[in-house]
């Protein structure tokens, strides 16, 4: 059973950081991609930042240069390192992975960020 748990939010002053963390079990994790999304009250998810079974990242151009995105493959475990936060970065933010070979998508709990300005 793939499971993909969320943690880190919380709130944050403008120009503050958080980090998030995805804990995925059920999936061999060092061979999926896993991406994190955001989705703010009235608007659709988003995909805010990826990483590819090889570290190969993309990001939404209103998180460059702030986001960072990481994996660590002996914790089964994603990061988001959030800085220079903004209002606009206010969201329940979802860890995500397609695995291989499996017909479906996973999604965590989601973790809510609150950026107060």
């Known amino acids: 059973q793939v499971q993909l748990v969320e943690s880190g939010g919380g709130l944050v002053q403008a120009g503050g950081s958080l980090r998030l963390s995805c804990a995925a079990s059920?999936?061999?994790?060092?061979?999926?991609?896993m991406g994190w999304y955001r989705q703010a009250p009235g608007k659709q998810r988003e995909l805010v930042a990826a990483?590819?079974?090889?570290?190969?990242?993309n990001y939404a151009d209103s998180v460059k240069g702030r986001f960072t995105i990481s994996r660590d493959n002996a914790k089964n475990t994603v990061y988001l390192q959030m800085n220079s936060l903004r209002p606009e970065d206010t969201a329940v933010y979802y860890c995500?992975?397609?695995?291989?070979?499996?017909?479906?998508?996973?999604w965590g709990q989601g973790t809510q960020v609150t950026v107060s300005s």
């Open positions: 059920g999936i061999i994790f060092s061979i999926n991609a």
């Open positions: 995500h992975t397609s695995p291989l070979g499996a017909t479906m998508d996973y």
């Open positions: 990483i590819t079974r090889h570290g190969a990242t």
